[in-house]
């Protein structure tokens, strides 16, 4: 998971996902609480494609 300053580009944090085949993709910090964390910053959040997504048996399916 990135998150990225959209008009800067600049990478603000990035979050390894981890689980298991069929699991929820968890990461160290969670997608929601991060997003608020960052519009209390001042920053509007732009998109977010993840949707509690499962890791799928194809590796290549698990681009989000």
């Keep these: 998971m990135k998150y990225i300053d959209d008009n800067t580009g600049a990478v603000l944090q990035t979050d390894n996902g981890t689980g298991k085949y069929q ?28 949707a509690g997504q499962k890791y799928q048996a194809d590796n290549a399916k698990n681009t989000f």
Excluded: H, M, R
């Design 23 to 50: 699991d929820p993709i968890k990461f160290a910090n969670d997608v929601n609480t991060q997003i608020k964390d960052y519009e209390g910053q001042g920053y509007t959040l732009v998109s977010n494609n993840f």
